[in-house]
């Protein structure tokens, strides 16, 4: 019988809008593994840390200025 391998998480797109992308320095379309939309937007903010305080108004709260679109293509 053979292990199973670990499950990684699926490859996420976050699309930013120009505006931010370009004050935050980073590209419009960032990719992330995360199993959740909570997930992918903390990975986000931890790999690009001058975006938290833009996604985030405190640990775990999405701040209210932050739309989030799921599946949109």
């Known amino acids: ?3 199973a391998k670990p499950r ?3 490859l996420v ?3 930013l809008p120009s505006t931010l ?3 935050a320095g980073v590209a419009r379309l960032l990719e992330v593994r995360a199993a959740s939309v909570e997930a ?3 990975a986000v903010g ?3 840390p001058q975006l938290a305080p833009t996604l985030w108004c405190g640990p775990g709260v999405l701040n209210p200025n932050v739309m989030v679109f ?3 293509t």
Do not use: G, I
């Open 1 to 3: 019988m053979t292990a």
């Open 8 to 10: 990684t998480a699926p």
């Open 13 to 15: 797109r976050v699309r």
């Open 21 to 23: 992308a370009t004050r």
């Open 40 to 42: 992918a937007l903390q």
């Open 46 to 48: 931890t790999a690009h």
């Open 70 to 72: 799921h599946n949109e």
